[in-house]
């Protein structure tokens, strides 16, 4: 599945955040095939498995010290809304009606029923609460996961890959396997596709998410904003990438799914999710008309060649409807008894016949409401049950408030708007939302829309020494960044030697100057792309290392971009991946600086491409078709740059200092006399190589850029970059103050 859908083979994360995402990758795989997880046993399983998902990432977390990719304060409304819902669910479940003589629950022939707590069906009740419980651990975690752009968008073609697979099914267990549920045959909704679930409508809202999905990233536009649109001629949202390919393919194979399903609500919100994206599409298009008019015609096929028992099934619509009213309306008397208490979460199949007449079918049994709004409202009463409904309404308006308000419409932002307006509606006249697998699949793309909006700028707090404190000064959270403290800062020194036609592009970069070496320090040469070689490489470090105590550095000489195939994922490990016991400083090189300048559009940073920077664009995910259009600089590039590539990968580039400076040690990219014919721009590495080589006692310079076959040491410059983009060697230096040099490698 990852080179279907794009995940590179090692992605960007940490190890405890990749195990996160495959662990809800699982559960996302797993939930629907049980009859939808819509068994009491189910929900107990799967409120255990997040609740050991949910211990074992806080404990992580702790142990690393990290920070949690969303921080919950973002979410504080929401998470007290949340809390409510929770404990008056385990308010419901108490005896603690005993308190004021027990609980009278009157049935419409006038007997009475005696209950201790404030539940018809405590045991139904706690089964809620399990369920509650469960969506939020798993929304919160989700958050976590989709705080990465390029695994929101993994997770997010997983999701399409999971739904089609369920509408083949679907598909197949129909006409080939005499109209079964696994392979059970069924007793209700013979002739329509069910899936692994017992009931149409809550397959038909299942596909509908993942339709809605596929087709946010079908029409994907031709420019970012409304502000490029008059410029922009084109509109290449439906060019033929392999990537857009399997996902039409399967989008065509959902709508037939959903058609099949012969749902009439649950098409209508299908239909209405799918047209909100195609509205939010719109708005970032200038030539619409083949989506008027395609669009509508290859729908209309559709449903001709498939929808036929569903036009049967809208003939009949004027005597669903009365029946269902009917019901409704014993509903509300239900609400009008115990307006602010409710029956219980969860008994509505046990509380509506005290209020079954003969305005609905007394030869039906109704287990549930067929109004999620009414079952909130029926089971925990009109204040707390609309706090579900209020907390999904928060969240899209928090999504759509971050979204519109930075003018950018992403995919998964697209999605999760047009899949709340199906649920919205379809949860007036249904009850696919409380179906489990159904609220996991909404829960996972609006948590992924929303952390990949909302994720925290804070960067790792390295593990140092017990001596020090865990909190971060304003100095130390300067030095993890890479950025030099206030008081480095003034120390540091602006180059001599700068391009005329940068100077007002590329920034000055700060200096780190440092009175003396830790207890060690090895210095990388450049990585060049290659995630595997620095992953290895830091394992020998920290075992080496682990002999010596104090404080120990790793220091990145430059260029650990471009060129390899893997450059996205080596930032992210640097910023997110830092070793126990380590702090770890990097220092610019010149494609880091080519790539910055990229970013700001100085003139002629297109050049950039040629020197590792097309692969470097690959690596975020971006296709060869996409690449030209950015080198071009068609009106979408802007778009196809900022939904890829992380905003904080660039404010990282912009950031690099420009050299490490101690008394007796530099470490910087670039030695003395290099040639500087591919970037300029460094030319201060340079300048300050030659002012500390007229010292009487030169410091010992340690640097890469210019690939050697081993450590080369000539004079006072110590040249460790071994070319590990294509000799598969990436080497390091081991400095400890008064001991021999050492080197260590690692070959692929």
């Not at 930032?571 to 010149?590: M, Q, S, T, V």
């Amino acid at each position: 599945m990852d080179s279907l859908i794009g995940e590179p083979t090692k992605g960007p994360l940490t190890k405890h955040h990749s195990l996160l995402k495959y662990l809800m990758l699982a559960v996302l795989i797993v939930s629907p095939i049980p009859l939808g997880s819509n068994r009491p046993l189910f929900w107990a399983l799967w409120a255990l498995v997040m609740a050991c998902i949910m211990t074992w990432y806080m404990i992580t977390v702790y142990w690393v010290q990290t920070v949690p990719r969303v921080l919950t304060h973002k979410f504080s409304v929401v998470g007290v809304m949340f809390c409510i819902v929770l404990i008056y669910m385990g308010l419901q479940c108490l005896p603690i009606g005993g308190l004021w003589g027990g609980v009278a629950f009157s049935t419409q022939s006038g007997n009475v029923i005696a209950s201790g707590s404030l539940s018809l069906t405590p045991g139904d009740t706690w089964l809620s609460f399990l369920r509650w419980a469960t969506y939020g651990m798993f929304f919160y975690l989700m958050l976590q996961t989709g705080a990465r752009s390029q695994r929101a968008r993994y997770f997010l073609k997983a999701i399409i890959v999971i739904t089609s697979i369920q509408a083949l099914y679907a598909l197949f267990a129909l006409t080939q396997l005499g109209d079964t549920v696994l392979f059970i045959p069924k007793t209700d909704h013979l002739g329509n596709a069910t899936g692994t679930f017992t009931n149409r409508n809550s397959l038909a809202t299942y596909l509908s998410l993942g339709a809605i999905l596929a087709l946010s990233f079908v029409i994907r536009p031709s420019e970012a904003t409304k502000k490029n649109r008059r410029h922009s001629r084109t509109h290449s949202f439906f060019s033929p990438h392999p990537d857009k390919v399997w996902v039409l393919v399967a989008l065509v194979f959902l709508i037939v799914g959903l058609l099949t399903t012969q749902s009439r609500m649950g098409v209508v919100s299908g239909f209405a999710g799918l047209l909100t994206v195609l509205l939010l599409r719109m708005s970032q298009m200038t030539n619409v008309r083949f989506v008027f008019f395609a669009g509508p015609l290859v729908i209309a096929l559709l449903v001709v060649l498939f929808g036929a028992g569903l036009a049967d099934r809208y003939i009949d619509l004027s005597s669903a409807f009365d029946t269902r009213f009917g019901v409704y309306n014993q509903i509300l008397n239900m609400i009008a008894d115990r307006p602010l208490t409710g029956f219980g979460a969860g008994s509505f199949e046990h509380a509506f016949p005290l209020y079954h007449g003969l305005e609905a079918p007394t030869n039906v049994v109704w287990g549930r409401a067929h109004s999620t709004y009414l079952a909130h409202w029926s089971e925990m009463g009109l204040i707390v049950g609309s706090l579900p409904l209020l907390i999904v309404g928060l969240l899209a308006w928090k999504l759509i408030k971050q979204t519109f308000g930075k003018n950018r419409l992403r995919t998964e932002v697209i999605a999760a708007i047009g899949a709340t307006v199906t649920i919205a509606l379809h949860s007036l006249f249904d009850f696919s939302m409380e179906i489990q697998a159904v609220v996991l699949l909404y829960l996972a793309i609006m948590a992924i829309a929303l952390g990949s909006q909302m994720a925290t700028k804070g960067k790792r707090s390295p593990r140092t020494g017990s001596n020090e404190q865990a909190s971060k000064t304003l100095g130390d959270r300067a030095v993890s960044r890479n950025q030099s403290p206030h008081m480095l800062t003034e120390n540091s020194i602006k180059s001599k030697e700068r391009r005329k036609n940068a100077q007002d592009h590329v920034s000055v970069r700060p200096r780190l100057h440092f009175p003396k070496l830790p207890s060690a320090v090895y210095a990388i040469g450049d990585v060049h792309g290659r995630l595997d070689l620095l992953q290895d490489l830091e394992a020998k470090i920290v075992h080496d290392a682990s002999t010596f105590d104090g404080e120990k550095w790793i220091v990145l000489l430059g260029d650990f971009v471009d060129r390899g195939p893997q450059s996205a994922q080596v930032i992210e490990h640097i910023l997110y991946n830092l070793p126990a016991g380590f702090k770890r400083f990097c220092i610019a090189g010149n494609h880091e600086v080519m790539m910055q300048s990229f970013f700001q559009k100085v003139p002629g940073s297109n050049r950039w491409l040629g020197f590792g920077g097309e692969e470097t664009l690959r690596s975020y995910g971006l296709s060869g078709h996409e690449i030209e259009q950015i080198a071009k600089g068609d009106a979408s590039s802007d778009y196809l740059l900022s939904s890829q590539v992380p905003q904080e990968h660039v404010d990282f580039l912009k950031n690099l200092p420009d050299a490490l400076v101690t008394p007796k040690h530099i470490f910087l990219h670039i030695g003395m006399d290099e040639s500087y014919s591919i970037a300029s721009e460094v030319d201060f590495a340079a300048s300050l190589s030659r002012q500390e080589s007229h010292a009487t006692d030169p410091a010992l310079i340690i640097h890469g850029h210019r690939v050697v076959s081993e450590p080369s040491l000539q004079g006072h410059q110590l040249n460790i970059d071994t070319g590990a983009y294509e000799t598969g060697c990436l080497t390091a230096v081991r400095i400890i103050p008064n001991e021999e040099l050492l080197f260590l490698d690692t070959k692929a």
